[in-house]
């Protein structure tokens, strides 16, 4: 049986993740920013389909980029020398976010529900989440967002209306990342695209060692306003400079960061959720059943 959370339960270990689907943990609970921050400081990340409950995730293995050998692909670079592109950090997290959550088939829904835009645009009001965006003029073609715990950035979804677009963010992601002194990139579960641009998989345990040496590293806080990217010294390539860009960027106001998450003392209960054979198929996106796919 399935563990299922009250809004006032922890999570169980992650240890008891079932091995079919590959780390499926609990259902239920919530979207706060409590809830939400406590889930990713223990490598679990939520992931459900319209109309089913919120369902709770810690696969093994891990799928990640190591940050430090990250390599810039020659398509990257080739696309960059010969476009007129900005790239920026942060300059409007919400439409990142609503960009990667458009279906890309009349066949594929879209996990990013409203609920979910909503959950994770209040964790970037508490800068804990964060986005990079790729421009051509003043059009947003490219983008991806994630999670900030730690030295590890949980990468949750990527999109591309260019050529590229979605390649040329993860790598300046990574990039800044590493002036950071940040360790991963976690893109979750496995993914053809992601393997062929130097993922790595590695076991649950190694990952949340990862994970956990790298809880106590701070950052400072004007390392994540809003700024434009100098991508040719980013990637220490050459080609044409990022132009003037005449989009503002769009501020929200920090909050107060929320009280953890307590521990609490009542039963967990148990509960059985219909899981969708097609669901179960670990294939797309940053990257789980149901995400989209990274154009490349």
């Not at 696969?59 to 007129?84: A, E, G, W």
């Not at 088939?105 to 959950?119: D, L, Q, R, V, Y």
């Not at 434009?228 to 980013?234: D, E, I, K, Q, V």
């Not at 909050?255 to 609490?264: D, E, K, N, R, S």
Request: hydrophobic content about 35%; charged content about 20%.
């Amino acid at each position: 049986m399935l563990p299922y959370l009250s809004t006032d339960i922890s999570f169980p270990p992650v240890e008891q993740a079932l091995d079919d689907p590959n780390g499926l943990l609990a259902a239920g609970a919530d979207l706060s920013s409590e809830r939400l921050i406590q889930a990713y400081s223990q490598g679990i990340f939520p992931w459900y389909s319209p109309g089913e409950p919120i369902l709770w995730w810690s696969p093994d293995p891990r799928t990640v980029f190591f940050v430090n050998h990250f390599k810039i692909h020659k398509s990257v670079k080739k696309t960059l020398r010969k476009s007129q592109l900005t790239v920026t950090l942060n300059f409007n997290f919400k439409e990142t976010v609503k960009r990667c959550s458009r279906p890309r088939s009349a066949e594929n829904g879209t996990w990013i529900t409203k609920e979910m835009i909503e959950a994770y645009c209040e964790l970037h009001r508490l800068g804990k989440a964060h986005s990079l965006e790729v421009w051509q003029g003043n059009q947003l073609v490219g983008g991806i967002y994630g999670v900030v715990t730690g030295g590890v950035f949980c990468g949750e979804s990527m999109f591309s209306e260019i050529s590229n677009g979605s390649k040329i963010a993860l790598s300046c992601l990574a990039r800044y990342l590493k002036q950071l002194d940040f360790k991963l990139i976690d893109c979750q579960i496995e993914n053809p695209h992601l393997m062929k641009l130097g993922a790595s998989n590695i076991s649950r345990k190694l990952y949340l060692s990862l994970l956990h040496s790298s809880s106590q590293q701070t950052w400072d806080s004007q390392q994540w306003q809003p700024q434009r990217l100098h991508w040719p010294s980013l990637l220490d390539i050459t080609g044409k400079d990022d132009l003037p860009l005449e989009v503002e960027p769009v501020i929200v106001e920090p909050a107060t960061p929320p009280l953890a998450l307590q521990p609490a003392n009542g039963r967990v209960e148990s509960c059985e959720v219909n899981i969708k054979p097609a669901d179960t198929q670990l294939s797309d996106n940053l990257h789980r059943p149901g995400r989209h796919g990274i154009e490349v």
